[in-house]
């Protein structure tokens, strides 16, 4: 079997298509969503990611801004941030960009984000009502896995019937990932499929994983081992080059699966006889981005699987615009 690749780069596009057409109706009535996303110090990942963001909402029709705030800023003088932007008419998103210094407590300060305005769907209250059956956002990279499924997979019909009783592993029991791919399966009454979490303890994996017909994972395997052993070697201790090779090999899947690969694993290409990353010709670390699933022996018995890169990725990224029109229109 060759298995239909999901196309997440073609499903982002739909969905930033009706971000775009709701963004220029609310903005008719005079009210253009405007996210405000808030960074504390400066980091080159998330610079990254904030230009990323703001192209994103320019191309869709919401105001984007940036509030830079110093490295040294304290928890109460971001707290303080963060009230102004709640009460503020002018924001109606707030995106508070990771990683924070250390004097944060970033839990504290993302449950301190007004509900309302919370476009990554983590505050405690909209997590809440995933519990219940669904609030107007969700956590967008949990969202986009579900989104895939539902849209872009031949084997099931679109919408949560195709769904309804599936055997579907979850791998990854993360707040952010896994626990709420669960809770969003989970919502219908009566065509929900049946939902397993495995998880770092869990004791036979394959033999959760080779009983599904969904299989979604999240772990980030490769790429904490390749952190870990990177440290340590910093660290000069003795340490052997790490196994990263995926954590799904293809026998751990059921033929005619669907596989949503949320991991994005960032890790060398090899290693040579020191154990250092082999180099590009840059004199670099040479890289590569892959999932936890082993894609090209997986595609061969699965019905249908997500690549990475290009699979949730660009889904997530849509979502965050989904939801940010989502909390303007639940604001209204
Ligand atoms: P996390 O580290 O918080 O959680 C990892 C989860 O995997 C935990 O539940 C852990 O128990 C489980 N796990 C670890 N090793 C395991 C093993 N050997 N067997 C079974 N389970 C194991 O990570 P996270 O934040 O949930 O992210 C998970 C992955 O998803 C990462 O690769 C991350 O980069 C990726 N991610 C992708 C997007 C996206 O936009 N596509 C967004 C967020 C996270």
């Not at 963004?23 to 610079?47: D, F, W």
């Not at 300060?109 to 809440?128: F, L, R, T, Y």
Request: aromatic share 2%.
């Amino acid at each position: 079997m060759s298995a239909k690749i999901i196309d997440g780069n073609a499903v982002a596009d739909e969905i930033r298509k009706q971000v775009t057409a709701d963004a220029a109706g609310l903005a008719a009535s005079g009210r253009t969503p405007h996210l405000t996303a808030v960074q504390v110090g400066e980091n080159p990942a998330s610079k990254i990611y904030t230009n990323m963001q703001a192209k994103a909402c320019e191309s869709v029709g919401i105001e984007y801004e940036l509030l830079n705030l110093p490295a040294e800023i304290t928890q109460d003088g971001l707290l303080g941030k963060i009230a102004a932007l709640n009460a503020g008419a002018g924001t109606t998103g707030i995106i508070l960009q990771m990683p924070l210094p250390q004097q944060i407590d970033a839990r504290k300060v993302q449950v301190a984000i007004s509900p309302a305005k919370d476009v990554e769907g983590m505050h405690a209250e909209n997590m809440g009502r995933l519990f219940y059956g669904g609030g107007a956002v969700a956590p967008c990279t949990p969202m986009a896995a579900v989104e895939l499924l539902k849209r872009a997979c031949p084997e099931m019909p679109t919408g949560q019937a195709g769904l309804a009783g599936k055997e579907t592993v979850i791998v990854g029991h993360s707040e952010i990932v896994g626990k709420p791919i669960a809770m969003l399966l989970l919502q219908s009454l009566d065509a929900a499929p049946t939902v397993t979490v495995c998880h770092i303890a869990t004791v036979d994996l394959a033999a959760h994983t080779r009983r599904a017909e969904v299989l979604i994972v999240a772990a980030g395997v490769s790429q904490a081992r390749w952190g870990a052993y990177r440290r340590r070697k910093k660290a000069g201790e003795d340490v052997k080059v790490p196994d990263l090779a995926p954590l799904i090999s293809a026998e751990m899947i059921k033929p005619g699966a669907v596989v949503i690969d949320v991991a994005i694993n960032r890790i060398p290409k090899g290693f040579d006889e020191n154990g250092e990353p082999v180099k590009n010709e840059k004199g670099k670390n040479a890289m590569k981005t892959v999932g936890d699933v082993d894609f090209q022996a997986a595609s061969e018995i699965a019905a249908a699987i997500t690549p990475v890169p290009g699979g949730v990725g660009p889904v997530t990224v849509a979502m965050l615009l989904a939801n940010t029109v989502a909390c303007m229109k639940a604001q209204i």
